[in-house]
């Protein structure tokens, strides 16, 4: 991969380079995406949204039918609009409509965010390199691969071509990039509402000191008003059938929590990259000469996400942080490196030289080729985004859906650390058909703070892992959670990096109060026996 030529100073074959990228992160994304079968981690509640939205013949339904939550549908809807009209048109199945389309989204955002960061740094070099760690480091892709990608990944890409036209229209002045950046926000709000925060954060922050006051006070007038006349059939739906409750729902839902962002600022962990943390130690390298070098904007614009986009922070701290990591190797690393190289000229002549590579290539190819090996070896793990639900889960939850009664309500047990990436959670209310007590999505649209509640009740589970069941039962007791079943996935403690529940799992065997019903390699199914 090419992206430096004679002293660092010139791109070479820059559409090569952009292309080579590009395929290195298809490979990387495939790599994990044909593992399974199934979708990645999460996406069921969005599995029964564009089935809902088909069997209302494609006008949005109230209600979804999830989990027997009665959740308003207020979700922003093209993505299942999408995904629906895919499945009718191309008929491809609803779970590989969740593998592979947002894997598409996901990968044409790589040579946007190229035009982007080329926009922000006026540098094709540095914009490659950039954007070589935007395709090759977890946050580029974890949580935009996955089912749950769906909304996620459009969404990104058409942040960065929203953000990518607006910056063009400041530098050229051209009315028509405007309109190009007010279309691409629309259509992200459609997929996304989070994204709006960023979008907002971004066009303020890099509005000055290149318009005056006055006219960016009327340019975003403008921005805003086409926005919302742009998204307004479906806003203007949402408010009609349920006025703003569930909007304000979501938007507490936000994790907003400054000695959480201030903690996560200290801890200067950016790129969830394992055993080798290389993109990250370049980027606090780039972010503190950015911050000398008075490019305070870049140190402003980083500081803004990580305090106003608190959900899943790094996945959109990966636009700042890839640029950080790009400026240190080009203008701290390569300078050091292309004296080194003048020396050996000197030393050894022209001649020699040519014959093997700068020291510049040498580094620039190091750069990108650890990220990317090591994104083969992580992230991983039973609590990993880049999981699908296992054969045996899946033939656990097709047992359920056809061996217990409809209103069975179910304790669903998993060792995932966090509701997100509790993919037991998500997917048992879909194919089993059958009510789960323990599932936390879906419920940031419903009123009286039942998200905060459903969390609270699934993290005090949680400590119930390591004990037995009269814990579980004190826990249902105090939350007047009347469950008929206990569903239970089996862990290897020692490989697992998740919760252990093999005490709780144990003490349940043991217990006179449940009765087991189905056991197979993945899961163990109990009944709880009247008394």
């Not at 203007?236 to 929590?257: C, I």
């Not at 061996?403 to 993919?423: C, K, Y």
Request: aromatic share 14%.
């Amino acid at each position: 991969m090419s992206l430096i030529k004679k002293s660092g100073t010139k791109a070479s074959n820059p559409l090569v380079s952009l292309l080579l990228i590009i395929l290195a992160g298809l490979w990387l994304r495939l790599y994990y995406i044909t593992r399974s079968d199934f979708v990645l981690n999460d996406g069921g509640m969005f599995y029964t949204m564009i089935i809902d939205l088909q069997k209302n013949n494609f006008v949005l339904p109230f209600f979804i039918s999830f989990n027997h939550a009665k959740i308003p549908f207020v979700y922003p809807p093209l993505s299942f609009y999408l995904a629906a009209y895919v499945n009718e048109w191309l008929q491809i199945d609803h779970i590989s409509i969740l593998r592979f389309l947002p894997l598409f989204f996901n990968i044409l955002s790589i040579p946007a965010f190229f035009f982007l960061a080329f926009e922000i740094l006026r540098k094709k070099n540095q914009a490659l390199l950039a954007t070589a760690f935007y395709a090759i480091i977890p946050p580029g892709y974890e949580w935009l691969i996955s089912g749950g990608g769906l909304t996620r990944s459009p969404a990104q890409l058409f942040f960065i071509l929203s953000l990518y036209f607006y910056l063009a229209f400041i530098n050229r002045q051209k009315k028509f990039r405007l309109f190009l950046s007010i279309l691409f926000a629309s259509m992200m709000m459609l997929h996304h509402l989070e994204y709006g925060v960023l979008t907002g954060i971004s066009i303020a922050l890099f509005s000055f000191p290149a318009m005056r006051f006055k006219t960016f006070v009327k340019t975003a007038l403008v921005y805003a008003t086409g926005v919302l006349l742009l998204t307004s059939p479906y806003w203007l739906t949402v408010l009609s059938r349920f006025g703003f409750s569930p909007m304000v729902s979501a938007l507490s839902s936000g994790e907003f929590n400054p000695i959480t962002s201030i903690a996560h600022l200290l801890s200067m962990s950016f790129t969830d990259e394992k055993l080798v943390t290389y993109v990250n130690v370049l980027a606090i390298i780039g972010l503190i000469y950015c911050l000398f070098s008075g490019r305070l904007r870049l140190v402003l614009w980083f500081l803004l996400i990580m305090f106003f986009s608190p959900r899943s922070v790094n996945r959109p701290l990966i636009f700042p942080v890839t640029i950080f990591a790009s400026i240190t190797v080009f203008s701290i690393i390569l300078p050091a490196l292309n004296r080194l190289d003048d020396r050996r000229t000197a030393q050894e002549g022209n001649t020699k030289r040519n014959l093997v590579p700068s020291y510049s290539s040498i580094f620039i190819a190091f750069s990108v080729l650890i990220p990317f090996c090591m994104g083969f070896l992580a992230p991983s793990g039973e609590n990993s985004a880049l999981e699908a639900l296992s054969k045996p889960e899946r033939a656990a939850m097709e047992w359920v859906k056809e061996n217990t009664p409809e209103d069975s309500q179910f304790i669903v047990l998993d060792s995932a650390i966090t509701w997100g990436a509790d993919r037991s959670n998500e997917w048992f209310p879909v194919l089993s058909g059958r009510k789960s007590m323990t599932t936390v999505q879906g419920s940031e649209w419903l009123p009286d703070g039942q998200f905060d509640k459903n969390k609270k009740n699934y993290y005090e589970l949680k400590s119930c892992m390591n004990k037995g069941t009269s814990c579980l039962e004190i826990w249902a007791g105090q939350y007047s959670l009347a469950y008929s079943h206990v569903y239970i996935t089996k862990t290897d403690c020692m490989s697992n990096n998740g919760y252990c529940l093999i005490p709780l799992e144990l003490s349940l065997r043991q217990s006179t109060n449940n009765k087991i019903i189905f056991e197979n390699d993945s899961v163990l199914i109990l009944k709880k026996m009247e008394k």
